[in-house]
């Protein structure tokens, strides 16, 4: 008897497939679709990604970031990206889109083959749901870092290279990642801000820069061999062949910009590249000064030991 049940067993395997070999069979053919079709669509969306990246780094006009970037441009600001620069945005987007679309690619597989399996699908969203909930809190910071990244590299507001005004760090940008920024001051040290911190930038790199000198001269000084003084200093410098190509307009002597106790204040003001903007107008503080001094213009006697030079006052100039 014993025997007898040990045969009906080993027959209730066979007969089990037997009846379930065709629903088996469909089911795991739709697997093996549903998992074939999810690797063709990563590779072709990986593809297609790259090409892109690979115009957006190479080409002229970048192409993911034109709508952008053609809302975010003035009428003076450069329309070409330097190569570095806009390489380092391609390859962070190209990063982010290839992410973000393997993990919508895999959900959805995952989804498809466990509701195949005939799985419950409401408790594993609701899982879904609460974990996410509690990583979202969790990681915050962290996703709001991201998050601000891919806007800072989307609206192009600053690159490697560019001199920046953060706040707390001001600098060369050496790195822009998506979660941190890194950057240089003038003393050396390197800043590593999180994307997520910065509340405001501003960029003395982009398209133009405008030297805005501030000149102290005495109160008895001749104000009007004093501005055509600036002025011929300003047209001497845009004419000269070594500086012709770092300034992009005509130098103009303002006149009088402010007039305090102990010296009254001349302004000249000359728009450079935005690279040569500090040695402009280190150069034009230098012949100024070697003017004036040829001129006999005096300048203003110290008040209460502070002293007062070209260029000095005038808080916000640049240069």
């Known amino acids: 008897m014993n025997r007898l049940v040990a045969m009906s067993g080993v027959n209730a395997v066979p007969a089990w497939l037997a009846?379930?070999?065709?629903?088996?069979?469909?089911?795991?053919?739709k697997i093996l679709v549903i998992v074939l079709a999810a690797l063709v669509t990563r590779l072709l969306l990986h593809r297609a990604i790259g090409r892109l990246t690979a115009r957006t780094a190479s080409g002229d006009t970048p192409v993911i970031l034109r709508p952008l970037s053609a809302?975010?441009?003035?009428?003076?600001?450069?329309?070409?990206?330097?190569?570095?620069?806009?390489?380092?945005?391609?390859?962070?987007?190209?990063s982010v889109l290839r992410s973000f679309a393997s993990?919508?690619?895999?959900?959805?597989?995952?989804?498809?083959?466990?509701?195949?399996?005939g799985i419950n699908l409401t408790p594993i969203v609701a899982s879904a749901g609460v974990v996410g909930v509690a990583l979202g809190f969790g990681a915050q910071n962290l996703v709001k870092d991201f998050l601000s990244g891919i806007g800072l590299i989307l609206e192009d507001q600053y690159g490697v290279g560019d001199v920046v005004d953060l706040g707390e760090a001001s600098g060369?940008?050496?790195?822009?990642?998506?979660?941190?920024?890194?950057?240089?001051?003038?003393?050396?040290?390197?800043?590593?801000?999180?994307?997520?911190?910065?509340?405001?930038?501003?960029?003395?790199?982009?398209?133009?820069?405008?030297?805005i000198l501030d000149v102290p001269v005495a109160h008895e000084t001749d104000l009007d061999l004093a501005r055509q003084a600036m002025q011929a200093v300003g047209d001497a410098l845009v004419r000269d062949e070594d500086w012709a190509d770092k300034v992009l307009g005509e130098a103009e002597s303002l006149g009088v910009e402010q007039i305090t106790a102990g010296a009254i204040i001349l302004r000249?003001?000359?728009?450079?590249?935005?690279?040569?903007?500090?040695?402009v107008a280190r150069e034009l503080r230098l012949r100024i000064a070697q003017r004036f001094s040829e001129l006999d213009i005096a300048s203003p006697m110290p008040i209460m030991g502070m002293g007062m030079g070209i260029g000095d006052p005038g808080p916000g100039c640049t240069g």
């Not at 009846?19 to 053919?29: F, K, Q, V």
């Not at 920024?181 to 960029?203: H, M």
Request: charged fraction near 25%; proline fraction near 1%; avoid cysteine.
């Open 172 to 211: 060369t940008i050496e790195g822009v990642g998506l979660r941190t920024t890194r950057l240089r001051d003038n003393a050396g040290v390197v800043w590593y801000v999180r994307n997520g911190e910065i509340i405001r930038v501003g960029n003395k790199s982009q398209g133009y820069a405008q030297v």
């Open 71 to 94: 809302r975010a441009r003035n009428s003076l600001r450069d329309s070409v990206i330097p190569s570095e620069r806009r390489t380092q945005r391609a390859a962070a987007i190209g």
């Open 103 to 117: 993990i919508v690619i895999l959900a959805i597989t995952v989804v498809l083959i466990l509701g195949e399996l």
């Open 268 to 279: 000249l003001q000359v728009r450079t590249n935005t690279a040569d903007q500090w040695r």
């Open 19 to 29: 009846e379930r070999g065709e629903a088996i069979g469909i089911t795991s053919a």
